[in-house]
């Protein structure tokens, strides 16, 4: 079917281009460089699109444009999985195009193009989640390319993204508070996130016009006393929604937003391994590589992930358990119990660092209940490379509940080893819990809210002694 969709003609006369646009535009590759052999594309209206907007495009026609994109029309030859730099057969798909086949089929970006995208008004602050990530903060940055806008930071970044900033030759976005300091009433565009526990300090709901993100909309998620801008895709990063809009929008797009964006899908799909990762975030990888002229992706990912486990060797505990911890409350329908559940999750290339100092995380996750007065809350660990994760369980309800929702069994380290594969936060972990939470299950040891409140002084008082700051 997507052969059918779009059809190449002669490539546009320049005599017809100086007068003006016509019937059909002419593809741009978005690049600062030009590409020779630019067509334009006649649309044709899909037999799905009876519910479509004119001008528009049916989401179940990609998987065949993606191929007919990849092969520069040709039909693709069957090929053995490629073999992935960290060992063992790789099920993603090769990365990088040449520049004559990304353009020379124009059916990607004609076809990708049309009324999807939202668009941001000029002027406008783009911000991500506390505790950032590359996806945040690149998205944020990308964004503010596209939409004319200002990038802003939620906090300090950790160094997987400061080692991106620095390949491509990228500033630091300022902080929030300062850039909201210069630019006084300017609106707000969240990026990467959607719930108010992820909303970084100081931002006015207000002058929020604008979310874009692929996270799912849960118990938390932000309220607005008007209608605001909405992009939310089931989609790998916010880093792929962002580039999608650039090929919508046709808009010009420099090497380095190209890479940044590349880099976020990277982060936040463990390489195309994770299993919030589509075909569109494929897509994008590779429309992104030829974009930012990065001829090696699988280099790209080793030495990031490299990047970001070179910061657990010198982080606290503290640090360890909240530098990517999401908190969640769930209801039970027939009694409606609440429960305050937080999971973290350490990404790393060498597990054995984090799994070495396991009691002391232990005791940090306890803390770390009493402070935010939360019932559960479990650190995983991710090995990035095998694909693998452990979770660490303070208490005696954590392992129960985590038994019954992954069908583990305690080590003898007392942690709880998953299958392989599984090491979405979003996909894997939550959802098993909720199903188990759905059944009724409920803890075990409920404390007395006056020794709950003991104990929160008593930790207050350690770390008030100690110097230190609570939550």
């Not at 004119?54 to 090929?79: K, M, T």
């Not at 390949?167 to 508070?177: C, G, I, K």
């Not at 605001?228 to 580039?243: E, L």
């Not at 970001?308 to 329908?333: C, H, P, W």
């Amino acid at each position: 079917m997507g052969a059918t969709c779009a059809k190449e003609i002669a490539p546009l006369d320049p005599a017809l281009a100086a007068a003006g646009p016509q019937q059909d535009d002419e593809v741009s590759p978005g690049g600062s460089g030009s590409v020779a052999g630019s067509v334009r594309c006649e649309e044709e209206k899909s037999a799905l699109s009876k519910d479509v907007h004119p001008g528009g495009r049916q989401s179940d026609e990609i998987h065949n444009l993606y191929d007919n994109f990849c092969s520069g029309g040709q039909p693709a030859p069957a090929q053995e999985k490629r073999r992935s730099i960290f060992g063992g057969r790789s099920s993603r798909r090769s990365f990088v195009a040449e520049g004559e086949v990304l353009y020379a089929s124009s059916k990607l970006t004609s076809r990708l193009t049309g009324p999807w995208s939202v668009v941001i008004p000029k002027g406008t602050v783009f911000i991500g989640h506390k505790i950032p990530d590359t996806d945040a903060i690149c998205s944020a940055i990308a964004a503010s390319e596209l939409f004319e806008g200002y990038p802003a930071k939620a906090g300090k970044l950790n160094t997987e993204t400061e080692y991106v900033l620095q390949r491509f030759r990228v500033a630091e976005p300022d902080l929030f508070e300062d850039v909201s300091r210069s630019r006084g009433d300017s609106s707000i565009c969240l990026v990467d996130h959607n719930q108010m526990s992820q909303v970084s300090d100081g931002v006015d709901l207000k002058k929020v016009i604008g979310v874009i993100d692929h996270h799912a909309f849960q118990s938390g998620t932000i309220c607005t006393p008007f209608p605001i801008y909405t992009d939310i895709r089931p989609w790998g990063s916010a880093c792929t929604i962002i580039a999608h809009a650039f090929i919508q929008h046709r808009h010009p797009l420099s090497k380095s937003s190209a890479g940044l964006m590349l880099a976020g899908i990277i982060s936040d799909t463990l390489s195309l391994c994770s299993p919030t990762t589509t075909e569109f975030d494929h897509m994008m990888v590779t429309f992104l590589s030829y974009a930012a002229g990065v001829s090696d992706v699988d280099e790209l990912a080793k030495e990031m992930f490299k990047a970001k486990s070179k910061q657990l060797e010198t982080m606290n505990a503290y640090s360890l358990v909240r530098g990517d911890i999401k908190k969640f409350v769930t209801e039970e329908a027939r009694t409606r119990t609440k429960l305050k559940m937080a999971i973290g999750v350490v990404e790393c290339t060498n597990p054995v660092v984090v799994m070495n100092r396991k009691d002391e995380l232990e005791d940090e996750l306890r803390a770390f209940k009493l402070e935010e007065d939360a019932d559960i809350a479990y650190l995983i660990v991710v090995d990035i490379v095998a694909l693998l994760s452990e979770i660490i369980c303070p208490d005696e309800d954590e392992v129960d509940l985590a038994c019954q929702a992954f069908g583990g069994t305690v080590g003898e380290n007392g942690t709880i080893k998953l299958e392989k594969g599984r090491v979405s936060r979003k996909l894997d972990f939550m959802p098993n819990l909720v199903k188990v939470l759905e059944k009724g299950w409920q803890k075990k040891k409920v404390e007395a809210p006056e020794t709950r409140r003991i104990k929160r002084q008593s930790l207050a008082q350690v770390v008030y002694e100690n110097g230190q700051s609570l939550g």
